[in-house]
């Protein structure tokens, strides 16, 4: 039964799951297939592989998250970002601890088809994706509690998830698709980024030393603007470094977005962050999007 006025046992799941972080999961398996149709060498099956175990990996690590701050101490009552579900009492700490190892379990299964298909790399990468998961807020070394977040963040949803998606398909890496995986992983740890400079002050309190934290408020704000500059470098580099077509360019339509966002995060505080959170979350999926389109429409010229 569902005590009046909280949340069904499922919409708590959901909550736990953190739908809206989502899109950084699909980002970089958008991009490192659209790399693999460029090479001809697309693999459907290969690419629903991947992309379920790139979300089972992503909620797993929310419910890892959700835990660890909760055992920590860093999600106070008096957070301004999403309910966290454990620290809410939504859900035990039991259940959350069930429900990380069963979506990791289903990361794990859905990886032994793409082991078969691509041999021991692609175990190397789902080990380590899974142990950073559960290191971002747990173990002897949190990463997020120790300013390392963003450099996970940029490690696992760039080069790692678009050269792994790419390399589950071709069978190979190569030099494109790591500058290809640069902007991805950029974007997708500005979200971060956001996220941090939201939960500074409450972060602080807590012992919780990001980056965010670490630099201040200004120097959050201008890592932010860093991250989204090299993005917007990446396709007019590519376009000339591997003499690709002017569809590579296709990101570039998303300018006019990227400068909101920087106005956003430079002005927004509290629970405006939020909105520049969600901002972030869409503009990395926008960037993504017209990225994979580019790439497939950019025969080598």
Excluded: C
């Amino acid at each position: 039964m569902t005590t009046p006025g909280l949340p069904s046992r499922g919409r708590s799941w959901l909550i736990a799951a953190r739908p809206r972080t989502l899109p950084a999961a699909v980002a970089p398996v958008l991009v490192g297939t659209a790399l693999a149709i460029h090479a001809a060498s697309f693999r459907p099956l290969a690419v629903v592989a991947a992309l379920f175990a790139a979300l089972m990996i992503q909620i797993g690590t929310n419910f890892a998250n959700d835990l660890g701050d909760f055992r920590r101490g860093a999600d106070s009552l008096g957070r301004v970002g999403p309910t966290r579900v454990t620290t809410a009492g939504l859900l035990t700490e039991r259940q959350v601890v069930r429900g990380m190892w069963a979506v990791f379990a289903l990361a794990a299964a859905s990886g032994l088809y793409l082991i078969a298909l691509a041999g021991w790399p692609v175990a190397l990468i789902g080990i380590a994706s899974i142990v950073a998961g559960l290191a971002y807020t747990a173990g002897p070394l949190p990463l997020g509690y120790y300013g390392l977040g963003d450099l996970a963040v940029f490690v696992f949803f760039g080069p790692v998830a678009v050269m792994g998606t790419f390399y589950v398909q071709a069978l190979r890496a190569t030099p494109l698709a790591l500058a290809a995986s640069l902007p991805v992983g950029a974007l997708v740890t500005a979200i971060l980024v956001v996220n941090n400079l939201r939960d500074a002050s409450t972060d602080r309190l807590a012992g919780k030393r990001t980056l965010a934290v670490l630099l201040g408020r200004r120097g959050a704000q201008t890592e932010y603007m860093a991250l989204t500059l090299a993005a917007y470098v990446t396709s007019p580099f590519l376009w000339r470094a591997f003499h690709l077509s002017p569809w590579i360019l296709l990101p570039l339509l998303t300018l006019p977005a990227a400068y909101r966002m920087v106005r956003m995060v430079l002005t927004a505080h509290g629970p405006e962050l939020n909105r520049a959170l969600a901002g972030a979350a869409q503009l990395a999926a926008l960037y993504a999007a017209l990225f994979s389109v580019g790439l497939v429409l950019s025969p080598t010229l």
